[in-house]
C-alpha cells in the first residue's frame, strides 16, 4: 500500500487537461487509483464476473483492458460493498493471483515462435501445444517470482523452478529471453541457483501445472492469467488466423481442465467474424465467449462519476452540492448532467436537442468515444468561463466536431486489416449523399461512384460486400423510422452477427459518418439516431 494519500495520487491521474483521467486504462499504473476510477455498475462488468468465460470480445474503446484490470485491484472495489449481481457463479473475488500474461510486444513475439516457418503447414495441435508451452511456462515463471516475493517458497515452487530449467537448450533460452524478457528470466535464473541440487524426477508440463495446482489447493487460492491482446490482428494471413484460432481452443482447454487457474483473453471484436472462420472448431472453442455492450445511460454514468471525482479533487465547492445524487439512479445521472449542461443543444440543422442526446447519438456507444468528447466539453467550457460549474453550447458543438473525425478515423483503422480501403471507397459514394436513403438509391450511387475506385483497389469487390462493409462497421443503419425529431436507426456496431440488407430496405448513415463524408443531410431537417440512443428514458431506476 502506497503512503502516498490516495487524493495525491489521484491527481497524477486526474488533471485539469484530462478531468476524466486517462482514456487508456492501460496507462494507469496505480490499482487503487484505477479502482477509483472504474463504476462497476455497468452490465459490462457483470458479464466478466461469468466464472465460465475464457474469450471477452469487444470494439476498440471498449473497456476490455480497464475490465481486465480489474481483477488486480478487486479489493478496492470493496469501498462501496459487494456489488449485488455477484452470485455462486461470479468470480468477483475469485482470484488471488493475477498475473497478466503478455504485452504487445511479447505477443508478436509469441506468434511469430508459433507460426515458425510460414510455408510449412502444421496441425492445429501442433500449433495448440506450442501456444500451451509459451503460456504455461510464462505462468510459472511469473508465479514462482509472485510466490517467492510473498514468502510462499514452498517445495511446490522448488518443484516449478526445477521444473523450467530441466533440458532448457539453447532454443528455450531465447525464446524465454524473447518471451519473457531478459529481467524475468535473469530473476528466475538467480532463484535457480539458490537450492542447489535438483530434483531427481523430471516433470512432464501436464505434471508441473498439477503441482502448481494443489500448491493453490493447499493455500486456499486461485490464479488468473490475464491476456489482453492487441486491437490490431492480420486477419489477412491465413497462417496468422490460424495461429489465433489455435491460440483460442488452447485456452478453452486450459480452462475447462482445473478450476485453481484460468485464463481470459480480450479479443477485438472488429475481427470476430474471422475469429469464427480461423477457429479449427468454433462450437467447441467459442462456447465460453462474451461480448462487451453499453447502453446510452451507462455511458452517461461513468462520466458523471468521473467528473464528480475531479470536482472533489480541485472545486470541492461544487462537488458538495452532488453528494446527495445516487449515481446508480439513472433520474440522478440525469439530473447531474442538468446542473451543468444547457437545456437544450442546437444541432446542424438549428434544431433542439437533449444535450446528453446530442452527444451520445454522436458515439458508437463506446466508453471512450463519450469520455473524451464529455472531456473536451468540460476543458473547453473551463477555458471560457473559468470555472467548471457550467458547459456551454458552444463548447458542446465545438466538442462533436473536433472529436468526430477522430472517432471516425479510429473505427476505419479498427478495421485496416479486415476492410483497408474502407475510407477511400466510401467518401465517393457518401460525398454529397443523403443521410437517409433507400438500398436502390445506394446501390446505383456505388455503382457510379464507389466501383470505379474498387477497381483500384480491390477488384474483386462487389456491392454486396460493400454493403456488408458498411452494415458492420456501423457506418449504415438499417431502418429509417420517422421521429418528431429525428429519423431512427439500427446499427450493427453491437452485435456480433451484423444485420443484413437487401432491396427495399430503407437505410441510414451514422451521424459520425455524416460529417466526416461530407454527406447532404436530408429534405426534411431530421437528424439520424441511433435505436439505443432513441430508447434512453431519464426518470426512474
Same mark, same amino acid.
Given at each position: 500500500?502506497?503512503?502516498?494519500?490516495?487524493?495525491?495520487?489521484?491527481?497524477?491521474?486526474?488533471?485539469?487537461?484530462?478531468?476524466?483521467?486517462?482514456?487508456?486504462?492501460?496507462?494507469?499504473?496505480?490499482?487503487?487509483?484505477?479502482?477509483?476510477?472504474?463504476?462497476?455498475?455497468?452490465?459490462?462488468?457483470?458479464?466478466?464476473? /461469468?466464472?465460465?468465460?475464457?474469450?471477452?470480445?469487444?470494439?476498440?474503446?471498449?473497456?476490455?483492458?480497464?475490465?481486465?484490470? =480489474?481483477?488486480?485491484?478487486?479489493?478496492?472495489?470493496?469501498?462501496?460493498?459487494?456489488?449485488?449481481?455477484?452470485?455462486?457463479?461470479?468470480?468477483?473475488?475469485?482470484?488471488?493471483?493475477?498475473?497478466?500474461?503478455?504485452?504487445?510486444?511479447?505477443?508478436?513475439?509469441?506468434?511469430?515462435?508459433?507460426?515458425?516457418?510460414?510455408?510449412?503447414?502444421?496441425?492445429?495441435?501442433?500449433?495448440? %501445444?506450442?501456444?500451451?508451452?509459451?503460456?504455461?511456462?510464462?505462468?510459472?515463471?511469473?508465479?514462482?517470482?509472485?510466490?517467492?516475493?510473498?514468502?510462499?517458497?514452498?517445495?511446490?515452487?522448488?518443484?516449478?523452478?526445477?521444473?523450467?530449467?530441466? %533440458?532448457?537448450?539453447?532454443?528455450?533460452?531465447?525464446?524465454?529471453?524473447?518471451?519473457?524478457?531478459? =529481467?524475468?528470466?535473469?530473476?528466475?535464473?538467480?532463484?535457480?541457483?539458490?537450492?542447489?541440487?535438483?530434483?531427481?524426477?523430471?516433470?512432464? /508440463?501436464?505434471?508441473?501445472?498439477?503441482?502448481?495446482?494443489?500448491?493453490?489447493?493447499?493455500?486456499?487460492?486461485?490464479?488468473?492469467?490475464?491476456?489482453?491482446?492487441?486491437?490490431?490482428?492480420?486477419?489477412?494471413?491465413?497462417?496468422?488466423?490460424?495461429?489465433?484460432?489455435?491460440?483460442?481452443?488452447?485456452?478453452?482447454?486450459?480452462?475447462?481442465?482445473?478450476?485453481?487457474?484460468?485464463?481470459?483473453?480480450?479479443?477485438?471484436?472488429?475481427?470476430?467474424?474471422?475469429?469464427?472462420?480461423?477457429?479449427?472448431?468454433?462450437?467447441?472453442?467459442? #462456447?465460453?465467449?462474451?461480448?462487451?455492450?453499453?447502453?446510452?445511460?451507462?455511458?452517461?454514468?461513468?462520466?458523471?462519476?468521473?467528473? /464528480?471525482?475531479?470536482?472533489?479533487?480541485?472545486?470541492?465547492?461544487?462537488?458538495?452540492?452532488?453528494? %446527495?445524487? %445516487?449515481?446508480?439512479?439513472?433520474?440522478?445521472?440525469?439530473?447531474?448532467?442538468?446542473?451543468?449542461?444547457?437545456?437544450?443543444?442546437?444541432?446542424?440543422?438549428?434544431? @433542439?436537442?437533449?444535450?446528453?442526446?446530442?452527444?451520445?447519438?454522436?458515439?458508437?456507444?463506446?466508453?471512450?468515444?463519450?469520455?473524451?468528447?464529455?472531456?473536451?466539453? #468540460?476543458?473547453?467550457?473551463?477555458?471560457?468561463?473559468?470555472?467548471?460549474?457550467?458547459?456551454?453550447? =458552444?463548447?458542446?458543438?465545438?466538442?462533436?466536431?473536433?472529436?468526430?473525425?477522430?472517432?471516425?478515423?479510429?473505427?476505419?483503422?479498427?478495421?485496416?486489416?479486415?476492410?483497408?480501403?474502407?475510407?477511400?471507397?466510401?467518401?465517393?459514394?457518401?460525398?454529397?449523399?443523403?443521410?437517409?436513403?433507400?438500398?436502390?438509391?445506394?446501390?446505383?450511387?456505388?455503382?457510379?461512384?464507389?466501383?470505379?475506385?474498387?477497381?483500384?483497389?480491390?477488384?474483386?469487390?462487389?456491392?454486396? @460486400?460493400?454493403?456488408?462493409?458498411?452494415?458492420?462497421?456501423?457506418?449504415?443503419?438499417?431502418?429509417?423510422?420517422?421521429?418528431?425529431?429525428?429519423?431512427?436507426?439500427?446499427?450493427?456496431?453491437?452485435?456480433?452477427?451484423?444485420?443484413?440488407?437487401?432491396?427495399?430496405?430503407?437505410?441510414?448513415?451514422?451521424?459520425?459518418? =455524416?460529417?466526416?463524408?461530407?454527406?447532404?443531410?436530408?429534405?426534411?431537417?431530421?437528424?439520424?439516431?441511433?435505436?439505443?440512443?432513441?430508447?434512453?428514458?431519464?426518470?426512474?431506476?
Amino acid at each position: 500500500m502506497s503512503s502516498v494519500p490516495i487524493a495525491d495520487r489521484l491527481r497524477t491521474y486526474v488533471t485539469p487537461s484530462s478531468p476524466l483521467g486517462p482514456s487508456d486504462a492501460a496507462q494507469i499504473t496505480d490499482d487503487e487509483v484505477a479502482a477509483r476510477l472504474f463504476d462497476i455498475h455497468n452490465q459490462s462488468f457483470y458479464k466478466l464476473l /461469468r466464472r465460465d468465460l475464457s474469450v471477452l470480445i469487444g470494439r476498440r474503446g471498449s473497456g476490455k483492458t480497464a475490465l481486465l484490470n =480489474s481483477y488486480k485491484y478487486r479489493k478496492f472495489l470493496d469501498r462501496d460493498g459487494t456489488p449485488a449481481t455477484v452470485g455462486n457463479t461470479s468470480d468477483f473475488r475469485s482470484y488471488d493471483v493475477v498475473i497478466d500474461a503478455v504485452t504487445y510486444k511479447q505477443f508478436e513475439d509469441m506468434q511469430k515462435l508459433v507460426v515458425r516457418d510460414p510455408e510449412r503447414f502444421r496441425t492445429i495441435e501442433a500449433v495448440v %501445444d506450442d501456444w500451451e508451452s509459451l503460456i504455461t511456462d510464462y505462468f510459472f515463471a511469473k508465479f514462482i517470482v509472485e510466490e517467492v516475493d510473498g514468502g510462499r517458497k514452498t517445495e511446490a515452487i522448488v518443484t516449478l523452478n526445477d521444473y523450467l530449467h530441466h %533440458d532448457e537448450d539453447d532454443y528455450k533460452r531465447d525464446v524465454r529471453e524473447m518471451v519473457w524478457g531478459r =529481467s524475468l528470466r535473469e530473476k528466475i535464473k538467480a532463484l535457480f541457483h539458490l537450492h542447489g541440487d535438483h530434483h531427481a524426477n523430471r516433470l512432464n /508440463r501436464a505434471d508441473a501445472l498439477e503441482v502448481a495446482v494443489r500448491h493453490l489447493d493447499n493455500t486456499k487460492r486461485r490464479a488468473l492469467v490475464v491476456f489482453d491482446s492487441m486491437d490490431e490482428y492480420d486477419v489477412g494471413n491465413v497462417t496468422f488466423n490460424r495461429t489465433l484460432g489455435a491460440l483460442i481452443r488452447f485456452i478453452s482447454h486450459f480452462n475447462s481442465r482445473q478450476d485453481r487457474v484460468k485464463i481470459k483473453l480480450g479479443l477485438p471484436s472488429e475481427i470476430f467474424p474471422e475469429v469464427t472462420r480461423a477457429s479449427a472448431n468454433a462450437l467447441k472453442d467459442l #462456447i465460453n465467449v462474451d461480448q462487451l455492450s453499453w447502453t446510452a445511460i451507462e455511458l452517461a454514468q461513468i462520466a458523471a462519476h468521473r467528473f /464528480r471525482l475531479f470536482l472533489e479533487l480541485y472545486d470541492p465547492d461544487t462537488a458538495v452540492g452532488l453528494n %446527495d445524487l %445516487d449515481l446508480d439512479r439513472r433520474a440522478d445521472v440525469h439530473e447531474f448532467w442538468t446542473q451543468f449542461f444547457p437545456k437544450v443543444q442546437l444541432n446542424r440543422y438549428g434544431e @433542439e436537442e437533449e444535450p446528453l442526446t446530442y452527444i451520445l447519438r454522436h458515439t458508437q456507444l463506446l466508453p471512450r468515444q463519450f469520455l473524451v468528447i464529455v472531456q473536451r466539453i #468540460i476543458m473547453r467550457s473551463y477555458a471560457e468561463l473559468g470555472h467548471y460549474r457550467k458547459c456551454q453550447s =458552444s463548447s458542446i458543438a465545438e466538442a462533436i466536431e473536433g472529436i468526430e473525425p477522430l472517432i471516425a478515423s479510429e473505427i476505419l483503422h479498427a478495421f485496416a486489416h479486415v476492410y483497408p480501403f474502407a475510407e477511400a471507397l466510401c467518401r465517393p459514394v457518401f460525398g454529397d449523399f443523403p443521410t437517409v436513403f433507400s438500398f436502390d438509391e445506394l446501390e446505383n450511387k456505388w455503382r457510379k461512384k464507389g466501383r470505379p475506385v474498387a477497381k483500384v483497389h480491390v477488384p474483386d469487390l462487389d456491392v454486396a @460486400e460493400f454493403m456488408e462493409m458498411v452494415v458492420r462497421m456501423g457506418i449504415v443503419g438499417v431502418g429509417q423510422e420517422e421521429k418528431d425529431r429525428y429519423y431512427e436507426g439500427s446499427f450493427a456496431y453491437d452485435s456480433l452477427a451484423p444485420l443484413s440488407i437487401g432491396e427495399g430496405n430503407a437505410l441510414c448513415l451514422h451521424p459520425i459518418f =455524416s460529417r466526416h463524408f461530407n454527406a447532404a443531410g436530408n429534405d426534411k431537417k431530421k437528424a439520424v439516431i441511433p435505436k439505443g440512443v432513441a430508447g434512453i428514458r431519464w426518470g426512474g431506476r
